[in-house]
């Protein structure tokens, strides 16, 4: 018996820091893919991807696509949330991202195109977003704390920058299981 759509299931491959197109500005996109089914399913299939690599967004540009569009997530935090859609995994396309107020914070972050590797960046601590969704509807918002990070670690990849490129510092550059190790105070579990 034939799988059901194959394709459905299918994750694209994530390039790493290095492959040209992760420098590169990347192009808007155009307003005859709006609503389409091929902009519907290289939406989900970033979903798909940045959800198996256990990611919180992944930009067109770090699966060598140059669109100006991302997936991203913001879980729940342990206090949990009332309005579950505000932490439903979504596709922005277009976005524009305006500062608010001049307040920023220094956070760790991560990238799945420089796997393994963490370091503390300052990010605005709030932001207000104006983007489409992948049917060209007009999406506007405000995002605080981490979900700011999140969207402004991923609209740098649209850029061309890296989280590496906005540290301060690089004393805190660390691989992840030292940083896991030293910083959040975990053990590892001994390789058997």
Known sequence: MPAENDSALETLEIIRM?????????????????????LR??????????????GVGLAAPQVAKGWRCFAYYVPVDDEGSDDVSVFEPKVLINPQLKPIGSIMEIGWE??????????????????????????????????DEFHARVLQHEYDHLDGVLFLDRMESMDSLAFEEEWVRYTLGHEYPDDE
């Open 110 to 143: 991560g990238c799945l195109s420089i796997p393994a590797i963490r370091g503390e960046v300052p990010r605005h601590f709030s932001l207000e977003v104006t983007a489409l969704d992948v049917d060209g509807n007009t999406l506007h918002f405000q995002a």
């Open 18 to 38: 290095g492959h040209p197109v992760l420098r590169e500005i990347a192009d808007p996109v155009p307003s005859s893919a709006l609503g389409t089914p091929a």
């Open 41 to 54: 399913e290289f939406g989900q299939a970033l979903i798909r991807t940045m959800m198996s690599a256990q």
